[in-house]
Every structure is written in C-alpha cells, then in structure tokens.
C-alpha cells in the first residue's frame, strides 16, 4: 500500500528558529518521486522541491533544505531561521504513476 | 509563462443549481486534473485528462459530477444539481507528463458554497 504519514499537525514556534517538518511514506515500488507543497492562507498550492528515489543527496535552496533517506523511507524539510512568510500547510505526497498520494498536511505557525 | 488559470475564484450558490468550474492548464501540458480539498478528507483526486481524455473519473463521488476537456487549453467540471456537502475548494493542477516525476502545477482553486 502506499501511504504518506506528516504526524505532526501543526507546529508553531518563534521566528527566526529553525523547523523541521517530517515526511515517513510507505511504498513498495523501487522508482518512486516524493514532492513537497506549500499551502500558504491565501489557499494556493505551491510546489517545492521534487526528489526522486535514486538521488538521496540532500538539497537545499536558501532557507529550505530536504533531507532524504530511503533507510527510513523519510523525506524530511527543515526550514532555518523561519519567517512569518513561512506560515502555511505544508505536504508531502509520493508519486504513484499519475496519482499523488498527498500526506495530511502538517500546519506551520510561525509567531512573530 | 502563466500558471493553471481557474475561475471563478469563489461561488456562492444555492442547492439544487448548476455549477461549472473552469480551468485552463498551462500551455504544453499533456496531463490535466481535478482535485477537491475539504477538512474532513483532505486533497482527494476527482479526474485526470491525459491529451484531452478522461483515464481515471474513480475519484468523481457520483453521477452529479462531471468533467469535459474539449481542448488541450480548457477543461470544466460541473456539479447538477449541487448540494451543500459539495462544498469545497476545487483545484484544477496539470503537469507535463503524469508517469514521470514531473511536478503537478496547481492553480489558485476555487471556493465553492453551497447554501
């Protein structure tokens, strides 16, 4: 079965902390992508970061970083020095041929 | 380049009309789909069009729903008659190819009342 678990519902800390915001899926497929989207108050969903399941470099763009681990079948995403702008539902969903198999969303709060 | 384009933006209407959600994906995009988000289930996939054809409508909840793409730049989804359970953000999303890892872009969604 394929299945995407964010287990923490909503986070909230102070700005200027770092976050890390975890991604554990399940799948028995040996090609696999994961995604990462942000879902800001204004609704959108936004797209973040692809990872593919040959390439367990970790990645990081300016504040965000991603750390993949097939051996804990975990994609976690850290942001460091949080800013307000980074209050939103964040997913984490795996590719399953065309289909997304979307996590529940884990709510970040970001207090000022 | 543009994005998914959707509208309306928000809907506000009564039970038992007719309502129909517009989308135009972005241009080149061979992939299109239908998706509803409501508290209670989350994101929940409807439909996906592959080169302007239906390939899985397992996800559409009964026959009141429908969806058409009558072209590679538009497609609609249409509630008759609505209901007030209807009541959701519907997001409209394509992508390049659906097989492959391309990502899954989405438009801004639309906020559908129903009263």
């Known amino acids: 079965a394929q299945k995407v678990t964010q287990a923490q519902t909503e986070i909230s800390v102070v700005e200027k902390e770092d976050v890390t915001l975890d991604c554990v899926y399940e799948t028995r497929d040996t090609t696999y992508y994961l995604f990462w989207y942000k879902q800001p108050p204004s609704g959108e969903l936004v797209f973040l970061i692809r990872r593919n399941s040959f390439d367990e470099q970790n990645e990081i763009s300016g504040r965000y970083s991603w750390n993949f681990q097939k051996s804990t079948s975990s994609f976690n995403f850290t942001i460091t020095a949080s800013q307000v702008v980074d209050s939103a539902v964040y997913f984490c969903?795996?590719?399953?041929?065309?289909?997304?198999?979307w996590g529940a969303g884990t709510k970040l709060i970001i207090k000022p | 380049d543009a994005g998914v384009i959707q509208s309306p933006r928000h809907e506000v209407t009564e039970m038992g009309q007719e309502v129909t959600l517009r989308c135009k994906p972005i241009?080149?995009?061979?992939?299109l789909f239908w998706y509803r988000q409501t508290m209670m289930r989350g994101l929940e996939l409807l439909i996906y069009?592959?080169?302007?054809?239906?390939?899985?409508d397992s996800g559409m909840p009964e026959d009141r729903f429908s969806a058409k793409m009558p072209n590679a730049s538009f497609s609609t989804l249409k509630i008759q008659p609505s209901e007030p359970r209807d009541s959701a953000v519907y997001f409209c999303?394509?992508?390049?190819?659906?097989?492959?890892?391309?990502?899954?872009?989405f438009g801004d969604g639309t906020r559908l009342s129903i009263l």
């Open positions: 999303a394509s992508s390049l190819v659906g097989g492959s890892g391309e990502p899954q872009h």
């Open positions: 241009s080149g995009h061979d992939y």
């Open positions: 969903a795996l590719r399953n041929n065309y289909q997304l198999i």
């Open positions: 069009f592959n080169n302007n054809v239906p390939i899985d």
